[in-house]
Antibody, heavy 122, light 107 residues
Framework: QVQLVESGGGVVQPGGSLRLSCVAS????????MHWVRQAPGKGLEWVAF????????KFEDSVEGRFTISRDDSKSTLYLQMSSLRPEDTAVYYC???????????????WGRGTLVTVSS | EIVMTQSPATLSVSPGERATLSCRAS??????LAWYQQRPGQAPRLLIY???TRPSDTPARFSGSGSGTEFTLTIGRLQSEDFAVYYC?????????FGQGTKVEIK
């Protein structure tokens, strides 16, 4: 069964750090680009970060550039999002998402995890 | 950044009726447009990609059309499980951007 499972969310004070993980199963993780997408409470979806299948290309949304890093460990089929200098506006459910199997280059997301909640509050 | 604008914000439809959702891009995204469904408390789910291609697990009552800057998602004969929020997303340019969503509610 193709599945993504996020973990690592929690409550953190402004300025703090947190590392999210996303464990993949049921597909060859190392063949696909991966993304993080977040959703603030009661709001819409916002793309956060991307890492290419080989890890050689990374992209970030402007408001997290320089504060968040994305990485992957293909031996563990795991995607990470290291978040630092956290702000209250980073409060959201963070989803990991897999790029579609039929993509060449630009890609949609065919599998999403259930998300992990990050709350930034003092 | 490409701004995606969805309309209407809320659509009230009776079960069994047809629903038409719109998505407009601030500049051309060619056919790099996906639609996602999000039910309450659940993760988003892919419905349409390439503006009009249905994955194998998307019911045939969902259809997508359009290219460039104007896109439409049509849901024929709404069923109870279709009442949800629908998002369009462009994946042709960085940053990837989503519309603000259209909530399809029971009339």
């Amino acid at each position: 069964q193709v599945q993504l499972v996020e973990s690592g969310g929690g409550v953190v004070q402004p300025g703090g750090s947190l590392r999210l993980s996303c464990v993949a199963s049921g597909f060859k993780f190392g063949r696909f680009g991966m993304h993080w997408v977040r959703q603030a409470p009661g709001k819409g979806l916002e793309w956060v970060a991307f890492i290419r299948y080989d890890g050689r290309s990374k992209k970030f949304e402007d408001s997290v550039e320089g504060r968040f890093t994305i990485s992957r460990d293909d031996s563990k089929s795991t995607l990470y999002l290291q978040m630092s200098s956290l702000r209250p506006e980073d409060t959201a459910v963070y989803y990991c998402a897999k790029e579609g199997s039929s993509c060449v280059g630009d890609c949609y997301y065919d599998i999403w995890g259930r998300g992990t909640l990050v709350t930034v509050s003092s | 950044e490409i701004v995606m604008t969805q309309s209407p914000a809320t659509l009230s439809v009776s079960p069994g009726e047809r629903a038409t959702l719109s998505c407009r891009a601030s500049q051309s995204v060619t056919s790099n447009l996906a639609w996602y469904q999000q039910r309450p408390g659940q993760a988003p789910r892919l419905l349409i990609y390439g503006a009009s291609t249905r994955p194998s697990d998307t019911p045939a009552r969902f259809s997508g059309s359009g290219s460039g800057t104007e896109f439409t998602l049509t849901i024929g004969r709404l069923q109870s499980e279709d009442f949800a929020v629908y998002y369009c997303q462009q994946y042709g340019e960085w940053p990837r951007t989503f519309g603000q969503g259209t909530k399809v509610e029971i009339k």
